[in-house]
């Protein structure tokens, strides 16, 4: 069996002009930046002991993060990581230096130990009026009965002559959609939060007149159905809408490969599962036919001895469960020799069950 790794996108680092950092200082640090949790739990609990309103709580894990995290050079530099996001998030809060899975990670694992709504959202940006289509993460936080999103990675400093500076900016704490727009793209319309949302050209060629003209009537139930499905469907559902735009602009197509790839891997997984599931239904199905054949050799020395004519019933029921598993499961190229070779030894096997009667 072939092993996959699920490669997760890294943001590179990202240049802000020093002169660009918002100086507004309408949401200043509190002390709960000082705070020293020696877990991701200790530090959920004194911010819910501490504040006692979601956007007050929301803001204290931002401001915690972004004095707290430092952008992490060297993995900034790596193209590609196979760690599951929990272990990002874990690594980022002992480590205390991360890229955008790491900020955005930590500040959604303190969002649900507050039972506050978040999702990560995959996008790309536009940084001093240009667009940089390296992957990017930030976050979703439902707050006080509306969607806002935050990106801690951005809060947290920039770029100055090539070294990263910590730098709280209160900028990218709980925005409105309507102007986060304006700089983060998320891969997948739904994530805008507008019922108009913009296409990935509008967003590239600054026409944002360009919109998905009533795109979704209902939002809340869209996310909802979406919150709702498998990560594979998930996948499929975000690349169809991708798909629907026909645009092929680098963050778009790079998305589009990496869904795709996603969905293959996820196909052959599926597969080699249903295959698994079948072979052992199929050696069930021996055992119970071997079981019936003791019976009638027993039988066939001694009369007294009965046939246990409810094993072959039972063989024959699994082979017949395992015949409707195959035909209906869907194989990569990989796989298609070790689904023939399955189809033949239960075709074979069936005859002889079959001819028992």
Avoid at 325 to 341: H, N, R, V
Avoid at 345 to 350: K, R, V
Wanted: aromatic share 10%; charged share 20%.
């Amino acid at each position: 069996m072939h092993h996959f790794k699920a490669y997760i996108f890294i943001l590179l680092l990202f240049l802000i002009d020093k002169g660009a950092i918002s100086q507004s200082n309408t949401k200043s640090p509190d002390v709960i930046t000082r705070f020293k949790p020696g877990s991701i739990q200790e530090l959920a609990n004194e911010i819910k002991k501490k504040y006692t309103k979601d956007d007050q709580r929301i803001t204290a894990v931002y401001q915690w993060i972004t004095h707290n995290i430092r952008y992490d050079l060297k993995q900034a530099n790596t193209t590609e990581l196979s760690m599951s996001q929990q272990t990002i998030t874990e690594k980022t809060f002992r480590l205390q230096k991360a890229v955008c899975e790491g900020y955005a990670g930590l500040m959604d694992s303190i969002s649900e130990l507050l039972n506050i709504p978040s999702q990560l959202v995959s996008g790309y940006t536009r940084i001093l009026g240009e667009i940089d289509p390296t992957p990017h993460v930030w976050i979703a936080s439902y707050v006080n009965g509306n969607w806002l999103l935050s990106d801690p990675t951005f809060g947290a400093g920039a770029m100055i002559n090539n070294r990263f500076v910590q730098e709280y900016n209160p900028e990218f704490l709980l925005v409105n959609p309507g102007k986060m727009i304006q700089t983060h793209m998320p891969y997948d319309p739904l994530w805008q939060f507008l019922p108009s949302p913009y296409t990935h050209e509008a967003f590239v060629s600054k026409k944002m007149n360009i919109t998905l003209k009533h795109y979704f009537k209902h939002h809340a139930d869209s996310l909802k159905s979406f919150l709702e499905a498998d990560p594979a469907k998930q996948n499929q559902l975000e690349l169809d809408r991708l798909q629907a735009q026909k645009y092929d602009y680098t963050a778009v197509v790079q998305r589009m490969n990496f869904l795709q790839q996603s969905l293959n891997i996820s196909q052959y997984n599926d597969a080699v599962r249903l295959l698994n599931f079948i072979s052992d239904k199929f050696n069930n199905a021996v055992g119970a036919y071997n079981s019936y054949a003791e019976s009638f050799n027993k039988n066939q020395r001694s009369a007294s001895n009965p046939i246990n004519l409810s094993d072959l019933s039972k063989a024959e029921k699994l082979l017949e469960e395992c015949s409707e598993l195959l035909y209906t499961g869907k194989y990569p190229p990989q796989l298609m020799e070790q689904a023939k070779s399955i189809q033949e030894s239960l075709t074979e096997f069936q005859l002889k069950v079959k001819s028992a009667r």
